[in-house]
């Protein structure tokens, strides 16, 4: 079946620093990517919704120029955490759709700010 | 601004079926059903999907009423592996924003 990679499925970074995920769907054409963001006991929380070429659409309370997501290919999307603080420690899900097509999670990004 | 609705937490006997419900009443004509599950610290994992009949596979079957309005996840022989959050989402597809509810934990116990 198929698969949704996220890489690195652990980070440990410095407060100050940006930290890059990468999403990438292994054997199909992602036409629609989605990013989550998931604390400890809650549910996941849609951060943006991205689609191939064009802007990410954020969701309110999301900063756009803090989690900055790129969706330049039908197969790779990826969210950057840019000047990173410790309240951004948090698991971060991508998933990827193709129109009319099952939804595919990728394993998910536990980003640890210190 | 979920669009599911279902209850916080479920116990099953191992053996037994797993009867999970969930409550989409703005769904749309377009918006299929999804369930996925979630077991702590790993994606979600899908289940089943369906828009207006029933669905069975290896994992699980969906009921869905005739109104759409709500739909029941069985796991026929629940195990001790199947504890996990099982979330139920209505989605169309084509770009439209996909938004999880609270989900329902299920845990099965011997």
């Known amino acids: 079946g198929a698969v949704v990679s996220q890489h690195p499925s652990r980070v440990i970074c410095k407060s100050g620093t940006s930290v890059k995920i990468e999403c990438r769907s292994l054997d199909f054409q992602a036409t629609t990517m989605f990013w989550y963001r998931q604390f400890p006991k809650q549910s996941l929380m849609l951060m943006a919704t991205?689609?191939?070429?064009?802007?990410?659409?954020?969701e309110q309370g999301v900063e756009k120029d803090k989690f900055l997501i790129n969706h330049a290919s039908l197969t790779l999307s990826t969210l950057t955490v840019t000047s990173a603080h410790p309240e951004d420690s948090s698991f971060y899900i991508c998933s990827a759709t193709v129109a009319g097509g099952e939804l595919f999670f990728g394993e998910g990004s536990r980003l640890t700010v210190l | 601004d979920a669009k599911t609705t279902q209850p916080p937490s479920m116990d099953c006997a191992e053996g037994r079926a797993a009867n999970l419900p969930c409550n989409h009443s703005t769904i749309s004509g377009n918006e299929y059903v999804y369930w996925y599950r979630q077991i702590h610290s790993q994606g979600p994992q899908y289940i089943i999907h369906g828009l207006k009949n029933n669905e069975t596979n290896e994992m699980a079957s969906l009921i869905i009423t005739e109104d759409r309005k709500s739909s029941t996840l069985i796991l026929p022989h629940a195990t001790l592996r199947d504890t996990a959050v099982y979330y139920c989402?209505?989605?169309?597809?084509?770009?439209?924003?996909?938004?999880f509810g609270t989900g329902t934990q299920l845990k099965v116990e011997l």
């Open positions: 989402i209505v989605y169309a597809g084509g770009g439209n924003k996909l938004t």
């Open positions: 991205s689609n191939e070429g064009s802007k990410a659409t954020y």
